[in-house]
């Protein structure tokens, strides 16, 4: 990679286009992209492949049907898929994009599965890239901050500021953003385990109205319902998603000689939300799909708000 890809026009590859992606292509600048194409497995599955394609449609992609046709011509590829499908999207474009492009890794990996991904792409002869999304990616999109490490990590970052983002370089290793991202994670995502473990509970035990009373008198600072109500949405929408980051938390706590004991019960109850095939911030409804009685525990002051 040099440094005229930042002023030069480019032909830029997305590999997945999910939330993240779309976000992005939405509302990325322009000026210096000569061509957008994506590449998204999900495009040969009937039952996706209509949204994926009125998705591309609306943020001025070109959806292409293999990695040959989205990648062969590109001069940059940003990877965005699920973690556990991160490398093996590295060794499948590694083997068309061509010698001198650069892969910027946006996936939310444990440190030793980015380096797996940078070894494919770097015996291809391409410059690889350890990006981590550090917030949701809506309303902020191309503004959503962005870390980045790698010995390119430097020239990348100036692409990516010619194109509206304000990535933040945090060292030359791959892995260095990861790092932080997954760990930030342990936390985030935790926590929104915890409270579905915490209010499902709750809920069927008939005593939320006296939780949410003792939570809030604890720590009055923290608007629980709105963060149960958050936890619920983001778990039954992206639960597959978390679960796979989740994963790749544990792992690389385990990698560190620590117990990731807490990242893996997350990964779990993640999981589980997210194969519910609902998008809910309502408990009673998560209940409900769990096979449980949503009216057995009604709370009064829930209804009444």
């Known amino acids: 990679m040099t440094d005229a890809l930042a002023t030069t026009p480019i032909h830029l590859a997305l590999c997945g286009f999910g939330e993240a992606a779309s976000a992005f292509a939405s509302g990325w600048q322009r000026d210096i992209v000569a061509s957008m194409s994506a590449y998204d497995e999900k495009i040969a599955d009937a039952a996706e492949r209509d949204a994926l394609e009125a998705r591309a449609r609306s943020c001025d992609v070109v959806l292409r049907q293999s990695t040959a046709e989205a990648f062969s011509d590109a001069d940059v590829a940003v990877s965005l898929v699920y973690a556990d499908r991160a490398v093996d999207a590295a060794r499948d474009t590694a083997r068309v994009l061509k010698p001198g492009a650069l892969y910027i890794d946006g996936n939310s990996c444990a440190p030793h599965t980015k380096r797996q991904a940078a070894e494919a792409l770097q015996e291809a002869g391409v410059d690889y890239i350890d990006m981590a999304i550090m917030a949701p990616v809506h309303p902020r999109k191309e503004k959503t901050p962005v870390l980045l490490s790698g010995p390119g990590a430097e020239r990348a970052?100036?692409?990516?500021?010619?194109?509206?983002?304000?990535?933040?370089?945090?060292?030359?290793?791959?892995?260095?953003?990861?790092?932080?991202?997954?760990?930030?994670?342990?936390?985030?995502?935790?926590?929104?385990?915890?409270?579905a473990?915490?209010?499902?509970?709750?809920r069927t035990a008939g005593i939320e109205d006296e939780i949410i009373a003792s939570l809030e008198a604890s720590d009055p600072d923290i608007a629980w319902r709105q963060r149960r109500d958050y936890a619920m949405d983001r778990m039954t929408v992206h639960g597959g998603r978390r679960a796979a980051e989740m994963v790749e938390s544990a792992a690389m706590v385990a990698e560190l000689g620590l117990f990731g004991d807490m990242a893996a019960a997350s990964a779990r109850w993640q999981s589980r939300l997210g194969e519910l095939s609902i998008n809910t911030s309502d408990i009673g409804t998560v209940l409900e799909a769990l096979g449980k009685d949503r009216t057995v525990a009604h709370n009064e002051a829930d209804t009444a708000r």
């Open 197 to 202: 473990e915490c209010f499902l509970t709750a």
């Open 157 to 195: 970052a100036k692409l990516l500021q010619a194109m509206g983002m304000e990535p933040r370089v945090v060292g030359d290793k791959i892995g260095q953003a990861s790092t932080i991202k997954l760990t930030r994670s342990i936390m985030i995502k935790g926590l929104e385990a915890l409270m």
